[in-house]
């Protein structure tokens, strides 16, 4: 499952910053060959996060825990399909603590390629995909409007995306439309039949067309065989091929292309300059991978043996600090993870288990960045 990156959501929670850690303190770079992982080759155990229902304020020593649950399914949000059917999503309480709370009975509802709920109050949820807003005067679901510097888009209920340039009437974009993703100033868009087109802003070369022209109609990257996924940070894009193969393009100076090296000093992406930053480029030393996702000056890989590796911009523990990374690291003390959401909070799931770690809930000292995957319990607070 993968979200390409997007402007919030009035609706929708904060903005997601590039803080999801590789984490330098506990991860190594990948090796050429990678052997295949299982839940007894995890590295060490890890640490129990306490839930929010003991955490939160308006708890107190009287009110019994509520049982915690396995998890079936990992959502945006961090939200979680527990093994009792009930949707349950961490979010922060008037004391500045996490708690569980379900969302609305009877709202989950598909939209398109999304999975949308309402909270308990009335707020709009996305669990999969772009997500929705909500249409409170028709009481349904409807695509949400993706704010970018040089246009806001739209992937419609049609497969098709329609952009709006300030001024000027909305205009369709491009038609059989899988997948959208919106950087700050360009959008990029996986086609039906696996072609990627992208349009906007192109300073930094994240059109992947080999130029640095910005442009208000698509164009399409130069890519060597058909993709079936994309993602989307702020300044650079990344597509997976069927063979797990990834490659990106665009702002390299967080170390986003994965290629191995940061770029020389000076060494920007304007006309003339060297084509790995204006064509799309293979990540190196990365196993294949089953699912990938951006976010800011970062991006995320799942690999098909289930590891997680990530490059670009990447929390560094002992420094307390966002440092570039150019090539993947994998990160550490996680068994097999078939589930990954990236955000604030970063949470992967291995059966019916999750392990998180951030800045946000579901930990309840909001602030305190947790620098290791920690098991999560899940329960509805009381």
Request: charged share 20%; aromatic share 6%.
């Amino acid at each position: 499952m993968t979200r390409p990156w997007r402007s919030p959501r009035a609706a929708g929670g904060t903005l997601r910053v590039a803080l999801f850690a590789s984490l330098l303190c506990s991860c190594h770079s990948p090796q050429a060959v990678i052997s295949q992982v299982t839940a007894s080759s995890a590295s060490g155990q890890a640490p129990i996060a306490m839930t929010p229902a003991f955490a939160s304020a308006s708890a107190t020593s009287a009110t019994p825990p509520a049982p915690s649950h396995a998890v079936r399914r990992l959502f945006d949000g961090p939200c979680v399909e527990l093994d009792d059917g009930q949707i349950v999503c961490s979010t922060e309480d008037d004391a500045q603590g996490c708690r569980f709370e379900p969302v609305r009975a009877g709202s989950v509802a598909p939209m398109g390629d999304s999975l949308c709920a309402l909270s308990l109050s009335g707020q709009a949820l996305s669990l999969h995909g772009l997500g929705c807003d909500w249409d409170a005067k028709a009481e349904r679901f409807v695509p949400p409007l993706l704010k970018g510097q040089m246009f806001s888009c739209r992937h419609e209920l049609d497969a098709s995306v329609s952009c709006f340039l300030e001024g000027k009437p909305p205009r369709t974009m491009l038609k059989q439309v899988r997948m959208l993703g919106g950087g700050v100033g360009f959008f990029c868009a996986l086609r039906v039949k696996g072609d990627v087109w992208c349009w906007g802003e192109n300073d930094e070369g994240g059109l992947g067309d080999g130029h640095s022209y910005r442009t208000e109609r698509p164009v399409r990257v130069k890519l060597w065989q058909t993709a079936d996924e994309i993602a989307v940070g702020s300044q650079h894009a990344c597509a997976r091929f069927g063979n797990g193969v990834v490659v990106c393009w665009g702002e390299h100076s967080r170390g986003q292309l994965g290629i191995g090296h940061l770029p020389s000093p000076g060494d920007i992406p304007e006309p003339g300059s060297p084509a790995e930053y204006l064509n799309p480029q293979t990540v190196q030393a990365l196993p294949p991978v089953a699912s990938i996702q951006a976010l800011g000056a970062e991006t995320c890989a799942l690999t098909r043996s289930g590891e997680v590796y990530c490059w670009g911009e990447l929390w560094d523990a002992q420094r307390r600090d966002a440092v570039p990374v150019a090539s993947p690291r994998l990160l550490t003390g996680l068994p097999r993870v078939e589930e990954l959401e990236l955000g604030t909070t970063s949470c992967a799931r291995s059966g019916g288990e999750v392990f998180c770690w951030g800045d946000a809930c579901p930990f309840t000292q909001i602030g305190e960045f947790v620098d290791r995957p920690t098991r999560v319990e899940w329960a509805v607070s009381p």
